[in-house]
């Protein structure tokens, strides 16, 4: 009985979150729509030195929403770290932050891609393309024991001359 229950309710935010997607696919509609009038409005205004940053701002949330809209529709570790990515970008470039501030941004961009690149490849969604980065490393010892495996084989027959000679 529970797990009927737990099945209807987990059925139930399957649907809300689909019906979620569908008002964010709404509103980036709308706001995809605002920035012709927004494009108009910095070409106006172009030589003013804000009006780039405010133009750059409408399209930044555009971006978000799409991000946003891929990690409610396929939810992965992926999705979720290039959806913070974009949010920190889009703060340390639109608003006016102190050299501290960008300081954190640009080291928490780091470790977001640090994370997004190594501990991904630990446990990687089912269509998430995984680098091989230790391939090369791979290779180089594989020529390296095959040197060594040489090398010792030379040793061991070097060694049973020694030893028959006796």
Same mark, same amino acid.
């Given at each position: 009985?529970?797990?009927?229950?737990?099945r209807?309710?987990?059925?139930?935010g399957?649907?809300?979150e689909?019906?979620?997607?569908? *008002?964010?696919? *709404?509103?980036?509609?709308?706001?995809?729509?605002?920035?012709?009038?927004?494009?108009?409005?910095?070409?106006?205004?172009?030589?003013?030195a804000?009006?780039?940053?405010?133009?750059?701002?409408?399209? +930044?949330?555009?971006?978000?929403?799409?991000? +946003?809209?891929?990690?409610?529709?396929?939810?992965?570790?992926?999705?979720?770290?290039?959806?913070?990515?974009?949010?920190i970008?889009?703060?340390?470039?639109? @608003?006016?932050?102190?050299?501290?501030?960008?300081?954190?941004?640009?080291?928490?961009?780091?470790i977001?891609?640090f +994370?997004?690149?190594?501990?991904?490849?630990?446990?990687?969604?089912?269509?998430?393309?995984?680098?091989?980065?230790?391939?090369v490393?791979?290779?180089? @010892?594989?020529?390296?024991?095959? @040197? *060594?495996?040489?090398?010792?084989?030379?040793?061991?027959?070097?060694?049973?001359?020694?030893?028959?000679?006796?």
């Open positions: 009985m529970w797990d009927k229950a737990r209807i309710l987990y059925r139930g399957e649907i809300l689909l019906l979620m997607a569908a *008002a964010v696919v *709404a509103g980036i509609l709308v706001a995809m729509i605002t920035l012709v009038p927004e494009l108009a409005r910095y070409w106006e205004h172009r030589t003013i804000g009006a780039f940053m405010e133009y750059l701002d409408a399209v +930044f949330n555009v971006v978000i929403g799409i991000e +946003f809209l891929k990690m409610l529709c396929k939810p992965s570790s992926a999705n979720i770290i290039e959806v913070l990515i974009f949010l970008a889009r703060h340390m470039i639109v @608003q006016t932050t102190t050299p501290l501030e960008d300081l954190l941004s640009v080291v928490s961009i780091g977001l891609f +994370f997004r690149r190594f501990m991904l490849m630990t446990k990687p969604d089912k269509d998430q393309h995984v680098p091989k980065l230790f391939g490393i791979k290779a180089s @010892q594989s020529s390296g024991t095959a @040197q *060594a495996e040489h090398v010792d084989a030379e040793k061991n027959a070097e060694g049973s001359k020694g030893a028959g000679e006796k």
